[in-house]
């Protein structure tokens, strides 16, 4: 019965301490688990979180000695090449808006210029049709009248063909013009 006893009160401690044992063993993995592996992925997480919101001074500082921290420094090295391109895609930015501004305004001259363009070929054809619409009736009344002899009335031809030319020139220009 001692013997029993013995065996029972030994076989109780060693559940006991297999319990304990088995309890110790995952609390450690508990904590190792938590300090080593998630509170460096944690860190990475607020990092992250952190530069989406705005803050791109936030650096991954992790001192782990293993892959984490190798990790951490891609991380880092990813972040400083990312805000360089930022930067350089702002320059370039800059320099697009300048150019748009300088095409802007080059456009600008361009329409006024092509406005007064217009404006003097109206102008010009105005005061061209006036007098040759008065020289083209002169020379018809002319080609019509009794007292002129043929070589006159050849010459009063001649002055109203080439009025006509002009002036069908001058309508070519004007409508050259309105297509513009």
Known sequence: K???YAQAKNRSLLITLGVIT???AM????????YIIVKPLAHLREVADAIRRGDVEQRAVIHTGDEFEELGAAFNRMLRQLLRQQDQLRSVNDELDGKIDELAQVNMRLFEMNQVKSDLLATVSHEL?????SILGFSDLLAKGKA???KQRRYAGNIERS???LLDM???ILDLAKIE
């Open 2 to 4: 001692d013997t029993q």
């Open 22 to 24: 088995v309890f110790l």
């Open 27 to 34: 609390a450690a993995l508990y904590v190792i688990v938590r």
């Open 129 to 133: 049709r006036t007098p040759l619409n």
């Open 148 to 150: 002129l002899d043929d």
């Open 163 to 165: 009025g006509r030319q």
């Open 170 to 172: 001058i309508n070519d």
